[in-house]
């Protein structure tokens, strides 16, 4: 029931900005939260900002007030609008997706494990130049 596809990342000079989408490639009557993560070389998977439905929105600290996360659900696609990026936002984007945002929010905080969620996109690389 779903297949995330990420749009291309892309290479942005530091103080730019660049917005990642992540479709549900395949039809599905429920609804899915996503949540947008990401790893950095010799780094662990973090995360980066959840969409939560009616909870509203969670972002990390070191994205707050740059990064703005957004879900368009007639379209099921989520959107991560990134500004005024830096080197250090250099990774690989990942988004995810389930159908409990609870449990969106436990692997995004390590309490569940990620391989728990319904999906994950394949990973998307953003590198950003100072």
């Known amino acids: 029931q779903v297949r995330l596809v990420e749009s291309e990342g892309g290479s942005v000079e530091a103080g730019g900005s660049l917005t990642l989408s992540c479709a549900n490639a395949?039809?599905?009557?429920?609804?899915?939260?996503m949540g947008w993560f990401r790893q950095a070389p010799g780094k662990e998977r973090e995360y980066v900002a959840l969409?939560?439905?009616?909870?509203?929105?969670q972002y990390a600290d070191s994205v707050k007030g740059r990064f703005n996360i957004s879900q368009d659900n007639t379209k099921n696609t989520a959107y991560l609008q990134m500004n005024n990026l830096q080197p250090e936002d250099t990774a690989t984007y990942y988004c995810?997706?389930?159908?409990?945002?609870?449990?969106?929010?436990?692997?995004?905080?390590?309490?569940?494990?990620?391989?728990?969620?319904?999906?994950w996109g394949r990973g998307t690389l953003v590198t950003v130049s100072s």
């Open positions: 969409y939560l439905g009616d909870s509203g929105t």
């Open positions: 395949l039809s599905t009557t429920k609804t899915y939260y």
């Open positions: 995810a997706t389930d159908h409990n945002p609870s449990l969106l929010f436990a692997v995004a905080t390590g309490r569940a494990p990620p391989d728990t969620l319904a999906a």
